[in-house]
């Protein structure tokens, strides 16, 4: 039995399905990333799980128990919220006291816990300002410090991290890691950037249009993306128009060919992710290409190239070589391995 | 043009006094000057006969301060505004949050409702009242008798009870909206924090909302006292001649009694009493909550 299970849960708003039967089990201490763009339906599943939205139909059970006649204030739930929304009129260490007051904590037992917290987050010394009177990424550890003290059964993050700016929010996502698991406390991230759903999950859930395209580890998800949807959202990814040959088992790109077991179809389109494409020669399979734009962006080399008339995007590691200039013509080569065959969609009329 | 062209710099540092120059000058000619014409004026000494001497005494301020009639009329304008404010949070604060919490076609309509009163005036609200309590031929008063709920007529017109109801109604409005404007700048996420630590509706009202709201309350507070102590067209309809406050008394002394420099006295006094008043709360809500709300 899972600890947390989201049963069919749906969502509509007048006819428009926000949230279309999400099915998830999460393990005790697990890490969960909702990972979708903006009106996808990820922060509507979180508001549902909190008890603030209430859902029109499917099942939230926690520890085996329905949550859905419980009150959000009955749920004990941490919340860390995308604008904090830390009580202004409160300094930090009263920020973090509400919620055991809450829960009828004694005095002594609550200072002790929250002068804990907020030393888990780093903030000790700055137990008596004010959030007005706090950065962002400080008011941001009280938010967290606020959510963790209460010992949750369960995190919920709020895209609690994108009010930061991009340094900042890598040390965030470092902090918020280890805390995780030194706490063990199980987690549900909700966020429309694929990098940190990655730093962060255990699994990602990514969803579109209000439904899970695909539950998986992030390395297992971002190589073995099951949609055209998530290999586009998660990563960039090259889409090249090929022919399988069923009788010499083969891939075809151009005069290039690519061995391959079997596919779905014989027009199919082929995917493949800009650090898995190389510069190669000789004999190796490949396809001509031009380069109109090459970035050097210190640990790697982005190129943009033309391609059988379409455009892809390379990525190479700065290893000392000397690589092509803009201009140049090359030949582009990948492993086998490294493509992702489905069958081509239908040409639309 | 004969004038050599001011430079560029020259005429943007000059630009501000400039276009605020007409605005000045309208506030130096009608409210600097007359205020202290009337300083100057309660200086001046008066009698029956000889009429306003353009003199520098300090007769009006000795008889002002000294007679107990006085001291009762300034001590009922301030009680019963104190009682207006009072009432005005105690109504108009849950008022504003109902309001604010209202969905979108009610949200408007109530408002208008809300700020009905301030579109009609002063005068033809307060007979309304009177219309409605005036002694035994008021509507509801004759109601309420033939219900039998009262034996007689629920005294109104000429008490206290009844000019602070009548300027409640009146300065409602002006809570409402500066709780709202509070209101307004609360983040929706706050309260739903609040909830998740646990907090049941009515702790989170009384510890993170109203807290927040705070400050919107004392600033209706300021501006509902100030009109209630200076209110005249509602006492003086209501409480009548009998039932003076300093607005009605200053009144009085000018244009019944002609003694000018009495009147003026008393409306400087009720002036400076809530200019101290006000400068004095607003001092103390400015220091208590500077670190929150800055």
Redesign the interface.
Known sequence: MSFLVLDRLSKAYDETMVVKDLSLSVEQGEFIALLGPSGCGKTTTLQMI???VEPTGGDIRLGGQSLLAV?????????V???Y?????MTASENVA??LE??GVDKAERGKRVSEALGLVGLGALADR?P??MSGGQQQRVALA??LV?RPRILLLDEPLSNLDAKLREEMQIELRQIQRTLGTTTILVTHDQSEAMALADRIVVMNKGEAEQIGPPFETYEWPATPFVAEFLGKTNVLDATFDQARSEVRIADAAWPLRSADAADVQVSIRPEKIRFVTGAAPGIPATITTRIFQGNHWLFQVDALGRKMTIIQQNDGEVKPSEGDVVRLGWMSADMRVRARPKERA | MSTSPSTSADRSARAPYVLTAPALALFVGVVLVPILMTALLTFHDWGQYKGIERVLILKNWREVLSDSYFYEVFARTFRMAALVTVLAILIGAPEAYILNRMRSPWRAIFLVVVLGPLLISVVARTLGWALLFGGTTGVANQALMKLGLTSGPIPFMFTEAGVVIALTHVLLPYMILSVWAALQRL?P??E?????????HF?ILR??VL??IVPGILAGAIIVFALAASAFATPAIIGGRRLKVASTLAYDEFLNTLNWPLGATVAVLLLVALVLIIWGSNRLIESRYR????
Do not use: K
Not at chain 1, 71 to 79: E, K, M
Not at chain 2, 291 to 294: D, G, L, Q, S
């Open positions: 909190a008890g603030f009150r959000p204030s009955g749920r004990a739930l941490g919340i919220f995308q604008s929304a830390l009580f202004p009129h509400f919620g809450m829960q004010y007005r009177r606020r959510a209460i | 983040d996420q706050v739903n924090a609040a909830a998740s630590l646990g907090a049941s702790t510890r993170i807290p927040q670190e929150v709300f800055r």
